[in-house]
């Protein structure tokens, strides 16, 4: 069973190729045009990917020896993301599968997000509590089998990936900025500059109100010495990424305590951070949680874990035709 998967939901265009249920390729073409407009430009987005996608999945089919005709499905990202980027990957998708005679997989982008932790071991047990954050997202997912997720706990506001790469902007940190918040606070003292939590009800997070406290806290440090940012630099970031990484595994341990789950995973582009994965393998060796860590490459949008869904919808008969359309958001459905 060979499946072509791929993704190409925000700024990464990627394919991979899965063998019953191993991961044979994955590339990814970074897009670095957005880096001189400090954020990622939608229509520039759609432009790379049109460039990209045709070496990309050659290089996949190559790299994984596999050829067209050997491949019994495609699979794309259909949402959530931005509509003219998803278009661009589902319309090469579509196109394939019909002038191959094979069937479609759709694949929501969170999901797989989840579901890389299959790619390798160790893999979760079921049930498993997955803490899903990235720029767009930020959800406690109760995972009850490959198909069958529910989100207990996410954003009323911002993403916490949102929050990391504003207040980098603040500090005049070059896009993306929140791997560079993560490296500097490695050399700072988290403990220096507290700022407030928020207050949200159950399982819930918001990231509005700790931007907005950041952001005046900084003016005013700037007001009495112009070169404070300079100066505390690694300081204030290791401050900032402390209260987010805090928030977010308040609640995670709050929902473990809630479900009685203690198989605790963490997915997207933010379980990148350094300090997220030492705070939680800490906290989970504290209560007894056995804890799951995608390795890198899995984190950051890729097609390996739009591959691995995929997989497990084409075990499930789960398939979906040439009407499917992309959709920039895309409700977290079992």
């Known amino acids: 069973m060979n499946i072509l998967a791929i993704e190409s939901s925000c ?41 990209h996608i045709v070496p ?18 495609i699979a794309f990202t259909q949402g ?43 893999r979760p047990q079921f049930p498993f509590l997955c803490l899903t954050v990235s720029g767009g997202h930020t959800q406690i997912v109760k995972v009850n089998g490959p198909l069958q997720m ?17 207040t980098a902007k603040l500090l005049d940190l070059p896009y993306p900025g929140g791997p560079l918040i993560d490296k500097h606070a490695a050399a700072g003292n988290p403990q220096a500059y507290p700022f407030p939590l928020p207050e949200m009800p159950g399982l819930d997070f918001s990231f509005s109100g700790i931007k907005t406290s950041f952001l ?16 505390n630099l690694d300081d204030i970031c290791a401050s900032i990424q402390f209260t987010l990484i805090d928030i977010l595994l308040k609640k995670l341990k709050r929902a473990s305590r809630e479900t009685g789950i203690k198989e605790i995973a963490i997915a997207g582009g933010v379980s990148a951070n350094s300090g997220l994965r030492k705070s939680l393998t800490e906290l989970g060796s504290q209560l007894g949680w056995q804890v799951y860590i ?17 997989h497990f919808k084409y075990l499930a008969n789960d398939f979906t035709d040439q009407t499917a359309s992309p959709l920039a958001r895309m409700e977290f459905h079992s």
């Open 11 to 51: 700024d990464e265009t990627s394919a991979a190729v899965i063998t019953n249920g191993k991961i044979c390729s994955n590339v990814v073409a970074t897009q670095l045009i957005h880096t001189q407009y400090g954020g990622v430009v939608p229509e520039l987005a759609s432009r790379a990917h049109q460039q």
């Open 150 to 166: 529910e989100i207990i706990g996410e954003t009323r506001d911002d993403a916490v990936g949102e929050a990391f790469d504003k």
């Open 56 to 73: 990309v999945v050659d290089k996949a089919l190559t790299d994984a020896k596999v050829g067209k005709i050997d491949l019994d499905a």
């Open 294 to 310: 995608p390795a890198f490459e899995y984190c950051t949008d890729n097609a390996a874990m739009i591959a691995m869904a995929a």
């Open 80 to 122: 959530p993301g931005l509509l003219g980027a998803l278009l661009v990957g589902s319309s090469f998708a579509k196109s394939m599968a019909l002038g191959l005679g094979i069937p479609l997989i759709a694949v929501h982008h969170m999901q797989a997000h989840v579901l890389a932790h299959f790619i390798d071991d160790p």
């Open 216 to 231: 005046y806290f900084l003016q005013k440090r700037v007001r009495e010495n112009p070169d404070f940012i300079h100066e």
